[in-house]
């Protein structure tokens, strides 16, 4: 029977059943341990056998320590995926890193590579934890410890973020940090209470958040870097920014009573904005009204000093005429509106008649 149909019945290539018994139904005494000699070579033979070679030859061990050797070799053959990168460990110590493709290094013992997923996005939440970690239903657990932060002006927030990153240098990710996460989380709650102690709580709660989460991801990285790390800091994103719990209903009070503040000043600034325009408006007109009525007598008082002194020019070289005319003038003026009767001295009754032309007038006009 050859080794094949030996093992196809169950029983022991070396001359014996499995079960160590003469017989096939497991009964009879039990036959001892072949000789160490023997079995080397029916195994050399039964080789032989398969291989075509004659009994006794090298030439089939060497062609099998030939195929072990090549597949040995060709074991050191690695690929690297798109979103990995390979790091080569020689006896236990990282050697280099290689980026996606097709790679050789030397066979175990002597080499082995790691190839971890660097453009996965980690998530790390600081302040709170989220209902799958926590193992309820729904909703968040806060975590006190890590989301109460003191504000600049001495006030105290609650604030709740997460942090995204990816690796950026597998070798020093894997080699430079023991705990990721843990060291993460550790360096950007250093600096989120870096950033919080110097803004004020009105500035954190309301339009500056954008600029806090930018300024945290910026140290955060600083000092991942500094730890030769390997990680990148992809985003900083803030889930929440409130006061505490304790003091919430006080701090919106406050918030009310500054909101009434604005009202107050933005409409004291509109009635403030509608009065003084006016107000400086009026005041314009009043300085050019005075400024009008300035020159309009100056000028007067300059053209009565003109005609004064071109009267007084004529006055000197007509004095009696210069006189008459001045009297008649002034006379002129003196009776222009009151009733006048003419009494002649040289006529015999003394009375000369009047014919009152501008009474006939008026009475003409009413008609």
């Known amino acids: 029977m050859s080794f094949k149909d030996k093992i196809l019945s169950n029983q022991s290539p070396w001359g014996s059943n499995p079960g160590g018994s003469s017989n096939g139904n497991g ?12 079995v080397i070579k029916n195994f050399q033979k039964t080789i032989n056998k398969f291989s075509g070679g004659k009994s006794g030859g090298s030439r089939p061990i060497i062609l099998g320590l030939l195929i072990v050797l090549v597949l040995y070799v060709a074991s050191g053959l690695y ?27 030397f066979p175990t013992p002597f080499e082995r590579v790691l190839t971890p997923k660097v453009t996965k996005v980690n998530r790390v939440d600081v302040g709170f934890r989220p209902a799958s970690d926590t193992g309820r239903s729904s909703g968040v657990g806060n975590v006190p410890e890590e989301s109460l932060m003191l504000t600049g002006d001495e006030n105290i927030v609650d604030i709740n973020y997460s942090v995204f990153w990816v690796i950026k240098d597998a070798g020093k990710f894997l080699f430079n940090i023991q705990s990721p996460v843990e060291t993460v989380k550790a360096t950007s709650e250093t600096a989120m209470r870096e950033v919080i102690a110097k ?22 990285q600083k000092i991942l870097d500094e730890y030769n790390s390997g990680i990148q800091i992809t985003q900083v994103q803030t889930q929440q920014a409130d006061p505490p ?6 701090f919106r009070d406050v918030q009310a009573a500054r909101a009434d503040r604005e009202r107050a000043k933005n ?16 005041a314009e007109q009043v300085l050019q009204q005075a400024e009008a009525y300035k020159k309009e007598v100056v000028a007067k008082a300059e053209g009565e000093a003109s005609r004064f002194l071109a009267i007084y020019g004529e006055y000197k070289n007509a004095k009696q005429v210069t006189q008459e005319r001045m009297y008649l003038e002034t006379m002129e003026k003196v009776l222009a509106d009151i009733d006048k009767v003419i009494i002649d001295k040289d006529s015999g009754s003394g009375v000369v008649p009047y014919l009152p032309l501008p009474e006939l007038k008026k009475s003409g006009g009413n008609n």
């Open 199 to 220: 803004n004020e709580i009105q500035t954190i709660l309301t339009e500056g958040r954008s600029n806090i989460e930018i300024e945290v991801q910026e140290i955060t």
């Open 267 to 282: 409409e004291a600034e509109a009635y403030a904005n509608d009065v003084i325009p006016r107000a400086r408006g009026e």
């Open 27 to 38: 009964s009879g005494t039990r036959r001892e341990p072949p000789n160490l000699d023997d």
């Open 79 to 105: 690929r690297v995926l798109p979103d990995e990168q390979g790091v080569v460990l020689r006896f236990g110590k990282f050697i280099n890193t290689t980026q996606p493709g097709l790679h050789y290094h």
């Open 245 to 250: 719990a304790q003091v919430i209903d006080a």
